[in-house]
Protein backbone atom coordinates (compact mmCIF):
# COMPACT_ATOMS: atom_id res chain seq x y z
CA UNK A 1 0.00 0.00 0.00
CA UNK A 2 2.70 2.38 0.75
CA UNK A 3 3.68 2.52 -3.04
CA UNK A 4 0.45 3.51 -4.23
CA UNK A 5 -0.01 6.20 -6.73
CA UNK A 6 -0.94 9.30 -4.09
CA UNK A 7 -4.54 11.07 -4.78
CA UNK A 8 -5.53 14.63 -4.73
CA UNK A 9 -8.31 15.75 -2.25
CA UNK A 10 -9.62 18.36 -0.40
CA UNK A 11 -10.40 17.60 3.23
CA UNK A 12 -11.50 20.36 6.15
CA UNK A 13 -9.11 19.93 9.18
CA UNK A 14 -9.44 21.96 12.68
CA UNK A 15 -6.90 24.34 12.88
CA UNK A 16 -5.63 22.97 16.17
CA UNK A 17 -4.74 19.81 14.23
CA UNK A 18 -3.30 20.84 11.32
CA UNK A 19 -1.12 22.66 13.34
CA UNK A 20 -0.13 19.89 15.38
CA UNK A 21 0.27 17.83 11.76
CA UNK A 22 3.09 20.94 10.50
CA UNK A 23 4.85 20.66 14.28
CA UNK A 24 5.21 16.93 14.13
CA UNK A 25 6.01 17.07 10.03
CA UNK A 26 8.53 19.85 10.84
CA UNK A 27 10.15 17.67 13.35
CA UNK A 28 10.91 14.94 10.39
CA UNK A 29 11.75 17.33 7.48
CA UNK A 30 8.77 15.58 5.86
CA UNK A 31 5.63 17.73 4.34
CA UNK A 32 2.21 18.13 6.05
CA UNK A 33 0.93 15.83 3.44
CA UNK A 34 3.36 13.02 4.12
CA UNK A 35 3.10 13.37 7.64
CA UNK A 36 -0.94 13.20 7.29
CA UNK A 37 -0.57 9.87 5.27
CA UNK A 38 2.07 8.35 7.77
CA UNK A 39 0.13 9.48 10.93
CA UNK A 40 -3.15 7.93 9.19
CA UNK A 41 -0.94 4.68 8.26
CA UNK A 42 0.13 3.57 11.95
CA UNK A 43 -3.40 4.14 13.05
CA UNK A 44 -5.47 2.60 10.22
CA UNK A 45 -3.01 -0.50 10.38
CA UNK A 46 -3.59 -1.15 14.48
CA UNK A 47 -5.43 -3.28 15.63
CA UNK A 48 -9.20 -2.35 16.94
CA UNK A 49 -10.74 -5.24 18.57
CA UNK A 50 -14.54 -4.52 18.83
CA UNK A 51 -16.34 -6.37 21.62
CA UNK A 52 -20.35 -7.00 21.23
CA UNK A 53 -21.97 -7.97 23.78
CA UNK A 54 -25.94 -8.32 23.41
CA UNK A 55 -26.09 -6.34 20.34
CA UNK A 56 -24.50 -3.40 21.92
CA UNK A 57 -20.45 -2.56 20.93
CA UNK A 58 -18.81 -2.01 24.31
CA UNK A 59 -16.45 0.57 24.77
CA UNK A 60 -12.31 -1.02 25.78
CA UNK A 61 -11.41 0.03 29.29
CA UNK A 62 -8.24 1.56 29.55
CA UNK A 63 -5.64 -0.18 31.97
CA UNK A 64 -5.85 -0.04 35.00
CA UNK A 65 -9.15 2.45 35.26
CA UNK A 66 -11.58 2.34 37.79
CA UNK A 67 -14.72 -0.26 37.37
CA UNK A 68 -18.07 1.91 37.38
CA UNK A 69 -20.74 0.50 39.41
CA UNK A 70 -24.38 0.55 39.49
CA UNK A 71 -24.47 2.71 42.89
CA UNK A 72 -21.90 5.07 40.97
CA UNK A 73 -23.94 4.98 38.28
CA UNK A 74 -27.17 5.60 40.10
CA UNK A 75 -25.53 8.33 41.89
CA UNK A 76 -24.89 10.19 38.84
CA UNK A 77 -28.14 9.57 37.53
CA UNK A 78 -29.51 11.51 40.40
CA UNK A 79 -27.25 14.48 40.07
CA UNK A 80 -28.86 17.27 38.72
Given at each position: MRD??????TLDIDDDILAAVKEFATQRNQSADKA?????????????????RNGIRLIPRTVNA???TMAEVDRLMEEP
Open positions: AESMRTISHLLRITLSQAHPVEIPIT
